[in-house]
């Protein structure tokens, strides 16, 4: 069944709060600290209690807002979303929350995940005299909800969640109440805090730090929490949950100093380095890693293996949004606008290149390349976690199976693919080992599908890629 | 007379290339690279050997320029620079290179550094009838050449250069031939590379390994270098030359995969940081470097010092350009939208947090303040450079001499201040010590005027501060 | 009942066309030609044949559109809309045309008109379960079709249509075909033209001279025609139709150049002119005209009275949209953006001044002072139709009931509120008269509503005005 | 000699006002009334007393400035500028007022008109040092102030001025004070008006009406006055004066509503009108005239040849800046953007068509075609004025000497060309008398270079084109 799958889906961030003065401004707040959770657009929408208001845009966060936009947003609550740039683009249309007004009143929707049956229902709907304004697949939700009998939205939102698998952090809001649900595996990371004496939601609890409130508490899978006026209210409208936290939001995704399910990432990603250290036992003389996210790691492997930890990579902090293509000639000497090998760093030494994952392999190419180029004598790469063998159907844009390296390819065949003089992945055990190990101990499940193949959930056929999306409206 | 002295200036960014097809392509790139030296403005002026064409705009390099303004830059030879940002503002009309036109024909210039007299000289042309369009140091040049009785170019700029004192790394530009000056102290760095057949310029080698180009040499102090359909031609303006390169640049300023005067400025600060480490001697539990320039010293001091190093601070890679205050209460609780710390990596630990330099304080101040709020144990503050007590004439914008905490106040007394358990500079010697050790040997001179007060040119009384110069206009 | 009725709504101009190389250009100059109907929003959709492609913005057509982007809308198929100014506002949500996706094909809507009852069909569509997106009456019809239980569209839409009253002309694409309906009343004009073998159409003729095409024929009252590959055919949805054009198209609202149901448009409001003259019999020295739309028949009145005809008023061709207020004092003096009076044209003189209609009074009584303060001796209003005293709900945005001021004050106090020695209205017989006098005969039927209040169609009591319609969103 | 004169120049509009709280406001409501002499570019310079400040942009008056730009722009004085659009373009450095920065204060200066020697002066200042920025012949001004060894600016003005020839309307402000200078031709429009105790200047009447002010006087040729806090001073820089002013400003520049020298612009052109219906006495149905700067001529004729008046002619309202250009099948279909016939007006008649000028003859052609297209028997074209023979160098971009039809045609020529039925032109007499018949007489000269080749100044022959002056920069 797997070889019929064709695809997978978007990331991105979601922020909330109930009954604060200030919610657009610290929704902007909040929103900016989830930043690389998506950086194709960001929408917040506010409630007065008596209207819902939206403003969105596409880019980033301090493009997409003007102070005086958020000074006009005014209301007590406010949920907001960032988007992450899928390829095909999708338009502001697509930007969430999404806004649905009635003759009965507002709702705004804001997602992070993916319905993997967003297709089928979608299908269903139409057939029914459904007409869809986006091709996102969080608009489905809005329909199932119109469409229950329930006569309470509490009710409404119960019955729709019930038909929708995979991945989920919802965000609700109305002119009363903010309803917030995760999907029964709590794949995707969701968090409440407090500011004052207001509640609020965040994907990850960075957003917390930014805006000086306090962690309270994760959000548990299938569970449904609705804050209004009178303060939050738990229930669960699934109780065949498990947890299956994605294992990728620890390695790549997430903001080193998020804590997801009381694990810190920066310290998550430090130890699979040193695990990582300890399998790959390489000699060597410098250890580098692929900034940002590598950093950690080869820290961390860097301090296990006893090797010194340099700078042979540089990030250019000004890439911003360059739409001017090198030329053939230019191309073929190398331009390199984002990453910069340090020559005197790397020169004659055996290097140690540590990076988190590899996808399709280009990348990697191209380091190995240019780290070999600015005189480097080996190049090993270690990578801190496991060949991804397997698409992504919660919410991380990876590829198809085709597109996926180490679906193709042995672990040999990658290294000389890539160039590399060696190249070892991290194993499973030693993922879940390093994770694992702090925290709320061992049971703390992980999902690691994109690793191992198995999904927490069914998967269906017609789920679509984020380009055919797009194609299918 | 120091009392006297009101102020500094601005740091830029210049690349120059002649004779190549896609001059204002590669142009474009190395301007991108040297994007940190200044993100006010940018510009660029190409030559197609019979008349000067110059596009320009106030952001950064991806901001300015769009493909299909590139693509109309018809020439084979450009002058190009990008803009500090300096407090008081200035509009596009100080963006350079400037471009001017006259029926004898067109002369773009483009200026890394500051003339200290500039005032004085732009009194007296002032006085003689020349109109300034400006409020830039750069202008002053242009005046002189086409007042100097000279008949060639080449005489009429050496002519010109002999009155101006301070630092500077000039690149001029006709249709017949590109000019490179360099101050006679070398203040400034500026180096030559070649791509293909073609020569270019660049203030720092980071962007000949972008654009694809071998590094060929440093300019001289006192040099004057024109580049021609005939090849590259060297002479000398002044023979009264030192070699006093400017130390922040190793310290803070420039890339680090950029060497200057044959250094690695990546190497230079580990070393700064291993140098730190030997005159510290800390007791405590993990290093952690300030984002993005600390980074290096923090690694070579943990190393030295054999203490872990830790990503203890997070920088918000999407700050972006907000131009959204956070109101008093946010302000209050702490917004942090720039540098975030990590709360597991720093609660209950003593902490040796490196960063680079002290100016006002106000930073060290809240980023203390930050380590302890997140639960830090103790914060011992080292600084990879000696106290900054004297304003900068040349170039960096760090302050006047009121402003300097390090002019005003102890160690002791600064240590208090910034809430500090512990706070060590670098001695002076260790920095001289620590950036000499490699490269060309001990000899090379460097400008430590900022941290001893003695300055390798005169000082005039009328230099003025940024901010004074657009009043001034 | 009338005194319920709170408002009316807003006019528009459409275009479309049928199997030309150059749909999207065409249509372009189409909608450029109808700018006079709607200068707040403008869209086009094409159709390749396979699927829909929108291009939609807020403001005039040449501000909407560039030339890329008319370039990049490839079809040979296209429909598009100007939409009117309405006073709430309305976002680019509401710009049509309207485009609906489902998995079973692509819709595209444009809409000039008002439907009645779209207020009470939108409440039982989202009882059911309907989610809508814009607070246009357009959406309404598509949410009719799509739930019809008809298996060709044809069948549904002509399904959709009997449940619709009102003021409609519906232009609807899908990527086979382009069908055309008029209200069974044919209120609002409705053209077809030919360009080489293709078909068009237009809400005036004068779309047809803009872009070389020859006038077929007008859309008949209850036509359904549809245009594909194999040709234009034509059916009728409704048989009891009556022809009950709007006279005001003829009065103001459109281009001179345009003929509507065979009769020139500037010819007509030379004749209201002119019967005007006869019945009005005022003893004056010169004749002036309101620009733009009064000038034909402020000639016509100079012809018939045997006047001088002159232009005292002169309408500002620059005025643009100026968002700057004049200050209190600037507004006492004056200030005069839009209209200027000749001084020596009016001073001391007789003056009449002819108009097209008199909504509110203000403007009226503005121009009346306007004229005296610049010498007028003696003013003398003559309006080419009769007293407006009942709103319209077929698309013009004329006003609420209380706000006309025909319908509060006889004509004697009208004329003292504006401040003119004389006031004449032309009466119903006249303008009947002016009007029917050419074309296709007497026989042709008009609606005279806001002058008789005898509506066409039935009126509900829930018809919105259209700031009502944002709010109700 | 004439066969070296290279060509001319353009028009402009100036206004400013000395001493009132709104300064600012009431310069842009001032420029508006002006913006038909000028399209390109608007600025405005204020002044508070201590410092100037501009602000400047490319487009019209109302899309230069907004709300807030106006409201930043603090001073009780002010002076203002509308550029005319040239074919070379010319860029924002170009717009004025142009500002000139010293540290002996600074210099605004705004310019209507043309200065014929400017390119001689610029050579010999050049030569001297002086570094030009702009392409303006504006600039020369402000070179040959800066250098002229007189204490007070306005010696140094009338120093200046003595070496200027040509048309000039200029205005100049510091902090202290406006100066007002007119040439000793008078060959451009200038008055003084009042607004409260505040005196204002403006390039034609009409402004003065629309900011409420009182018309004061005419600015006489060779004048110079100064307004300051003490009032209003006049004196003369010229003694050898004449009255030239320009007859193209009466028969098509000016506002109909602006007065010049007494004489209102709409009634000389219905003069103009009726002395060319007199002259040309042709059997014809109906008058026409080319809208919108020939419809009082067209009046006038109508009204003297006792036919009907008719809107045969009918321009678009919402022309716009299109970029959007027909394909070459389009054009040849003749859409019609701008100007539409009403076929019903001209079908089958023998049409009189008035316009103001033929310059090149191409669009009086285009007009011909699409009334003969649209079914006129005869088109008889009447021109309001001479054949115009020689090119303007005063500030009307005309065209060369070879691009004026008739300077190369005789009038049959012309009419076989434009393909009319007959063509006559105003005689000489005609138009003086036309003009000279109201306002204070006779006496009052006019400038009739363009029909006689009878320049009142002396003309170089370095005198350059528009599109020259941007290339010679």
Redesign the interface.
């Known amino acids: 069944m797997l070889a019929e799958i064709r695809g997978l889906n978007e990331e991105c961030g979601v922020f909330g709060i109930w009954g604060h003065p ?1 919610a657009a ?2 929704t ?2 909040g929103l ?2 989830l ?2 959770r998506g ?1 194709e657009g960001a929408g917040i929408v506010v409630s007065d209690g008596e209207r819902l208001q939206a403003q969105k845009g596409e880019g ?4 997409v ?3 005086e936009m ?1 000074s006009k947003l005014h209301g007590q609550s406010a949920i907001g979303h960032v988007r992450y740039a899928t390829a095909g683009g999708g338009g502001i249309v697509n930007v969430q929350p999404l806004l ?5 009143g507002s709702l705004a929707l804001a997602h992070n995940g993916n319905i993997v049956n967003a297709n089928a229902l ?2 269903q709907l ?1 057939a ?6 986006t ?1 996102s697949d969080t608009e489905v939700l ?2 199932l909800i ?2 229950s009998g329930f006569l309470t939205l509490k009710e409404q939102l119960k019955n729709a969640l019930t038909m929708l698998k995979g991945a989920y952090a919802f965000l609700l809001m109305t002119e009363n109440e903010l309803l917030i649900a995760l999907d029964p595996n709590g794949l995707r990371p969701l968090s409440i805090g407090k ?1 004052g004496d207001s509640y609020c939601v965040a994907s990850e609890t ?1 957003a917390f ?4 409130a306090e962690f309270v508490r994760d959000v548990l899978p299938g569970e449904l929490i609705i804050i209004n006026d009178d303060g939050l209210h738990s229930e669960f409208f699934s109780y065949s949950t498990s947890n299956a936290i994605c294992t990728m939001e620890y390695v790549y995704f997430s ?3 998020s ?1 997801i399910q009381g694990i ?1 990432v ?2 998550a990603r ?1 130890n699979l380095g040193r695990v990582l250290a300890r399998e790959a036992n390489i000699e060597a003389d410098v250890v580098t890693g692929v900034p ?1 996210s590598s ?2 790691s080869a ?1 961390g492997f860097a ?1 296990e293996a006893g090797l ?4 042979g990579l ?1 990030k ?12 053939q ?2 191309r073929e ?5 984002k990453l ?6 790397v020169e004659g030494k055996r290097v140690i290149m540590v990076d988190d994952s590899i996808v399709r392999g280009t990348t990697s190419k191209r380091i190995v390349t240019m780290l070999k180029e600015a005189g480097a004598k080996e190049v090993h790469v270690c990578i801190s976690s496991p060949p991804m063998k397997s698409p992504c159907f919660y919410g991380i844009d990876t590829s198809t199976h085709e597109e996926l390296i180490a679906s193709q390819h042995s672990v040999e065949e990658i290294c000389k693919i890539i160039g590399a003089d060696s190249l070892t992945f991290l194993s499973v055990e030693g993922t879940l080992d390093a994770i694992g190990r702090q925290g709320y101990g061992k049971n703390c499940g992980q999902c690691m599908a994109c690793f191992t193949g198995e999904y927490p959930t069914e998967i269906f056929s017609d789920t679509l890629l984020p380009h055919e999306k797009e194609l ?2």
């Open positions: 200030e401004q610290i902007y707040y900016h600290s930043q690389h950086q980033l966060v301090t493009e807002f003007t102070e958020i649905f007004n009635s003759q009965n979608k299908h139409e029914q005299g459904s007409i869809f304004q091709s809005a329909h119109k469409r500011i960075c730090d930014i805006i000086g903001r080193p100093d804590d810190n920066h310290s430090k940002d950093i950690s820290i301090e010194p930890y340099e700078m540089i250019n902090r000004y890439v911003g949004r360059t739409f001017i293509k090198p030329s000639e230019l000497r190398g331009v390199k606008m910069s090998p340090v020559r005197k760093v299918s409206r």
